[in-house]
């Protein structure tokens, strides 16, 4: 990594948002791992499971264009404590009351989803303090942190057998409270005038500008696949192989590590060869190698192993697509974080949820993992025709490749 990158921003700030994110991720997808064991709890069907964990992707989606909202007017320090004080508050009564029925786990979901809201805090916190050159690098370090994703995958499934997966959400509080400290302490604003925005902005944004439908279609894809594939794929390895729950978040667990650890190498690489490039290697890839799971092409390590490579390729299309952002976007990227973010949430949600709807009706995964191989092409062939015109109209931005 460049050595004047260090020297370019406030590293406390980056790595305090870094450590934000990893927690918030890890409880955003805490239901996930456990979900074979929870759904034995309360009696749930596959579709019932399905929708248990997506609703916090969905409602973490929708949560992001409000805490954006809010960190333009009391700052993105104040909202990240303040959001992290409601998950800490939802998982204490869920530890001490219990969840015992359906109804109580989704709303415990939908709790969870301000953690995952946290993406329209700790992206802008971290990048406004970064030149364009710099961007894509400072993004991706900062959103690496949905590497907490791997920590829920490995700790959560054997924790909740040894303890109960009620008693889970009890320790989970425990970390949160160490870097919620952390965040408080190093965390800064970065010395820039940061306008207040309204719903309206978002929708001026939407109606005027067709860029921000693209970015959000992309990123529905990438980081829609990643959550969605995390969130699903406990459930998927259980019901396909027969895993049990600790084996089946340690199968989980490799693949979300392999996206994580790419997205911010997948900013950088983008910082070198552009934005573009990097996304249309990303959707060719992922068309093949879902195509390839849905064909049961082998047994469970062969298939472990594709979803390994989906996701690394699903983290460094997460690390492209925010390297382009800010060179688009640069005096509204509070908005149109909010506004991507959102989209990816809701792209994760359609994909959790879309998997168990079809593994219940069509009694196989086969199907749905069709549908998502087609979409990533259909991206790919979407790239084609917008690529030009963007590199033609950010020629300005001559330190930063698009």
Known sequence: MDRSFWKAGHTPTLLSAFLYFDLSFMVWYLLG?????????????????????????LCGAVLRLFLGLLADRIGAKTTGVLAQIVVIAALAVAWRLGVHSFGQVLLLGVMLGVAGASFAVALPLASRWYPPQHQGTAM?????????????????????VAYGFQNVFGLACIPL?????????????????????????????LVGNRDSWWFM???????????????????YFHDQFAFEPKVAGWATAACVLAGSVMRPLGG??????????????????????VAAAALQVGGPVVTVALF????????????????????RFGAEIGLMTGLIGMAGGVGGFLLAA????????????????????GIALAASLCLVGVKQRWRVGWARLGDARV
């Open 217 to 235: 279609f992309f990123y529905a894809i990438t980081f829609g696949g990643f959550s969605g594939f995390a969130s699903a794929l406990p459930g």
């Open 308 to 327: 390994v490579l989906t996701l690394l390729c699903l983290g460094a299309g997460n690390g492209a697509v925010f390297q382009l952002v800010p060179q």
């Open 33 to 57: 791992p456990m979900q074979v064991q929870i759904a034995q709890a309360l009696q749930l069907d596959t579709q019932q499971r399905a929708l248990m964990v997506a609703v916090p992707i």
């Open 177 to 205: 409270l160490l870097v919620l400290a952390v965040f408080w302490t190093f965390a800064r604003e970065a010395p820039v005038v940061v306008a207040r925005k309204g719903l309206g902005d978002y929708a001026r944004v």
């Open 268 to 289: 950088v690489i983008a910082d070198r060869i552009g934005g573009t490039r990097s996304l249309q290697a990303v959707y060719a890839a992922v068309t093949v190698l």
């Open 354 to 373: 879309g998997l168990g709807v079809v593994k219940q009706q069509a009694g196989s995964y086969g199907p749905g993992l069709w549908l998502f191989a």
């Open 140 to 160: 991706g370090i900062a959103g690496a942190g949905n590497s907490g994703t791997v920590f829920a995958a490995l700790l959560a499934p054997a924790l909740a």
